[in-house]
């Protein structure tokens, strides 16, 4: 059936260095992928999304990398600050449909 | 600005009462949604709506029902609540196959 998992829960990183969260996806048929960021006692947060039409997106300080063939998305996020601490969500929505089907969410740490 | 908000934030209930959880977005989205959050199971749908008067279930909805009377409203109801219903519930609404934002979630307990 359609799942999308991640492949780390935590991922722990310098202040500084630049973070990358994974996550794959198994429905062929998904068009439209968006990462969420999810702080403490908040609701999820957009930050950036992609069309199956393209294989890299940027906003600021983060990238969405979509690897089709091997149905794998990625988040980059640049020059990680304290304030990137937060469980990041990958979702898919397949095409035709308007429900997002989530993952289950990495918890990334800033080191100091 | 447009938003989506969520009422009450925090609630305590016993079990077997009725409980119900208020949604209202101002982004006039026709699409609404209401998902919990557990531990180790990320965000789960519970129930939907793409427009008024239009209800449909999620893949965790028992013991959960929604109502669609207007564009701004989708108000959850646990007809009788159980300690299993325990979570944190998140409301969302999008614009056809676009983005959802979500609103600040109501922590609800059941003793």
């Known amino acids: 059936g359609e799942s999308v998992g991640l492949h780390l829960p935590t991922l722990s990183v310098q202040e500084g260095d630049n973070s990358i969260i994974n996550c794959a996806y198994s429905n062929s048929a998904s068009d439209y992928f968006i990462w969420y960021k999810q702080e403490s006692g908040k609701g999820p947060q957009f930050i950036i999304d992609i069309r199956s039409n393209m294989d890299k997106r940027q906003g600021q300080r983060v990238t969405v990398l979509l690897n089709k063939t091997v149905k794998h998305l990625s988040l980059q996020i640049a020059a990680t600050q304290p304030g990137d601490s937060a469980v990041y969500f990958c979702?898919?929505?397949?095409?035709?449909?308007?429900?997002?089907?989530f993952g289950q969410g990495t918890r990334l740490t800033i080191n100091p | 600005d447009a938003e989506i908000t969520q009422s009450p934030r925090h609630k305590i209930t016993e079990t077997g009462r009725q409980v119900t959880l208020a949604c209202h977005q101002t982004?006039?989205?026709?699409?609404m949604f209401w998902y919990r959050q557990d531990l180790g199971h990320g965000l789960r749908l519970i129930h939907y709506?793409?427009?008024?008067?239009?209800?449909n279930k999620g893949e965790v909805s028992d013991g959960y029902s929604v109502s669609r009377s207007n564009t701004e409203d989708l108000p959850l109801t646990l007809e009788s609540a159980a300690s299993s219903q325990t979570s944190v519930y998140f409301c969302?609404?999008?614009?056809?196959?676009?983005?959802?934002?979500f609103g600040p979630g109501t922590r609800l307990t059941v003793t």
């Open positions: 982004w006039n989205h026709n699409n």
């Open positions: 979702a898919e929505i397949a095409q035709g449909a308007q429900k997002l089907v």
């Open positions: 709506s793409y427009g008024v008067h239009d209800t």
């Open positions: 969302a609404s999008s614009r056809g196959s676009s983005e959802q934002y």
